[in-house]
């Protein structure tokens, strides 16, 4: 820790890492002290140099006699002190709320927008940003982001927000730590100096934000590359404010995170690595696949830069899943238990759509073989922003027919496969921060009882209750999850079906074809319900009649089961 004199102001300043690596500032929010950093400082040291300082009135750093010198014109002149300390021509500007705040006012500014190389603000827009945003944005965004603001208004009042500090203030920043982000109190977190720092700082709101909304003129525009990290459950600021910050800036990066407002404390890995990869990219490296998928402005595919792994991708369904995703600009992982047929996908995919495909063999019933599948996945090509666990298999006949390992197979493939597609990948998702789709394929059969598909039933109602269950809990992650629920689609699942009992098998395949439901229609359906992030979805005329069957009359259902295979199993070509 070092001293910067800024006017009659001590401000306390911490360095990690080493000097002569390209430098990071942290600026901290309110009422918050430069400890709310400690995490993300941890993680950025070893590659960076690491500077944080206490704004005048916060933490170490001293108050200005006069309370009234809290204005943006005071703030800017000590972080051109802190800038004037360090050293460097140019720094790497990272800010969270009140220091997100500065952060935008800085840029804006001749005297330090060119020392600064890149801007990345969570937690707050700029007031200069936000008064456009007043002025010109939809009257329904507006008043969401003000009524996210109440508190402003709030801390405007003469003497009671001091008094409040003095009673349940604390108390309520700790809660909405705990309730909001997930995190407990540390120490250094809240500061020990909180009832005195917020005090201290409602000078920011009374000095700052009164006539803020009604704007002064200034050109809210900024040329200096900018990262906009959206916490999805941010109590305090709306994605409509965040969203607007494309008409201020034509070099944004506009990248979302399910947390709350604190996310330098419940996600610091997050924060980190999103700050490492863009510093990084200003200064010359290759940008990173999620980094390139949020830059704003830039016209593409509707799935440009995304990462897909589609199992069962030699034929059928997951084919034409595969394709359809490469032609909206996806990355596909071509996965099949037949290495061949894996790699006439992928290579088909290179040859008519030029897009980028990969084939790679693995049985999904292996878990051996799916968790080196994962980690070879995420190593060579990233963490994949979605999956479709597709690969699935058949036995037809009366439930006395099947055998102990007919059971085992089929739910070994469609159950098993599904729960290893979606532990280690979801995992993955999850851990990154940046939210994704996985897509489980299930059927028809998951709520149309058959006498004829006793084990296939089983198997594909519970991988629909699963993505039930499994939607339910990533929700909060950003992660979507959807059922894909196909009739009778022309595909060659047929005459890759085990038949027990009665060998059905060229009726089937005469059904099916007949049908005439090309799988690449179950493919447009698939890229729909990520698109939209929708729950369950019937495919095709007997899909949707089946479905809706099963919600209003159970009963019918049950007797449809009953008749079904009724005379001599030859419905099931029908």
């Known amino acids: 820790m070092r001293w910067v004199e800024s006017g009659d102001v001590r401000l306390a300043v911490f360095e990690e890492g080493d000097p002569a690596r390209p430098t990071v500032l942290l600026l901290h929010g309110y009422p918050d002290t430069h400890r709310v950093w400690d995490e993300v400082a941890a993680l950025l040291r070893d590659r960076f140099h690491v500077v944080r300082y206490d704004v005048r009135g916060a933490g170490r750093s001293s108050a200005p006699r006069d309370r009234r010198a809290y204005g943006f014109d005071r703030l800017i002149g000590d972080l051109s002190a802190v800038l004037d300390s360090v050293g460097k021509p140019r720094v790497h500007l990272v800010g969270h709320d ?3 705040l500065q952060g935008w006012e800085a840029v804006a500014r001749p005297e330090t927008r060119d020392r600064v190389a890149s801007f990345t603000s969570f937690g707050g ?11 010109h944005g939809r009257r329904r965004d507006v008043a969401a982001q003000l009524a996210k603001a109440w508190y402003i208004g709030a801390f405007l009042i003469p003497v009671l927000p001091e008094l409040a500090w003095g009673a349940i203030m604390p108390r309520a920043v700790g809660r909405t730590l705990r309730r909001g982000d997930g995190v407990r ?16 700082g409602l000078w920011l709101y009374r000095r700052n934000m009164r006539g803020a909304l009604r704007g002064d003129g200034r050109d809210p525009r900024v040329d200096v590359p900018v990262q906009v990290i959206e916490s999805s459950r941010d109590a305090f600021v709306s994605g409509a404010v965040l969203a607007a910050a494309g008409q201020w800036t034509p070099r944004l990066w506009h990248r979302k995170v399910a947390a709350g407002h604190w996310i330098h404390r419940s996600r610091p890995e997050v924060v980190a690595g999103m700050v490492g990869e863009f510093a990084a990219h200003v200064d010359g490296a290759a940008p990173a696949r999620a980094l390139r998928r949020a830059r704003a402005g830039e016209g593409g595919k509707m799935f440009a830069d995304r990462l897909v792994v589609v199992t069962g991708a030699g034929s059928g369904i997951g084919l034409a899943t595969a394709r359809a995703f490469a032609a909206h600009g996806a990355e596909v992982v071509c996965a099949d238990i037949d290495a061949d047929a894996a790699a006439r996908a992928a290579g088909a995919i290179a040859k008519d759509l030029g897009g980028t495909a990969h084939a790679v063999q693995v049985d999904v019933a292996n878990i051996d073989q799916m968790e080196d599948f994962s980690q070879k996945i995420i ?20 439930f006395f027919d099947h055998t102990v390992d007919d059971w085992r197979r089929i739910i070994d493939v469609n159950l098993w496969g599904v729960i290893h597609g979606c532990r280690l990948f979801g995992a993955a998702m999850i851990e990154r921060g940046e939210g994704g789709h996985i897509v489980n394929i299930a059927s028809l059969a998951a709520f ?20 039930d269950c499994l939607r339910a809990e990533l929700a909060g992650h950003g992660i979507g999850v959807s059922a894909v629920c196909p009739g009778f689609i022309s595909t060659p699942i047929a005459s890759n079906t085990a038949y027990v009992g009665a060998d059905l098998r060229d009726q089937a395949v005469r059904g099916l074809a007949r ?6 229609r179950v493919a447009a359906h698939i890229l729909r319900a990520v698109h939209r992030n929708q729950a369950v979805v019937p495919v095709n005329l007997e899909g949707r009649i089946g479905y809706a069957l099963s919600r209003i009359s159970p009963r ?7 008749l079904s295979g ?3 199993n030859s419905q099931i070509a029908r």
């Open 98 to 100: 009140w220091g997100s």
């Open 448 to 467: 149309a009882p058959s006498r004829l598909l006793p084990a296939y039933s089983t198997s594909k109602a519970a991988v629909k209750m699963l993505s």
């Open 125 to 135: 827009p700029g007031l200069r940003q936000l008064a456009h945003f007043a002025r």
């Open 566 to 568: 009724s005379r001599g």
């Open 185 to 200: 109190p540390r120490p250094g977190h809240p500061a020990e100096t909180l009832v005195e720092d917020g005090r201290n």
């Open 379 to 398: 190593s060579d090509y990233g963490v994949p922003d979605i999956v479709v666990n597709n690969a699935g298999i058949a036995v037809a006949g009366s």
């Open 515 to 520: 049908r005439g439901y090309p799988p690449e």
């Open 556 to 562: 019918v259902m049950r007797g449809l089961a009953r």
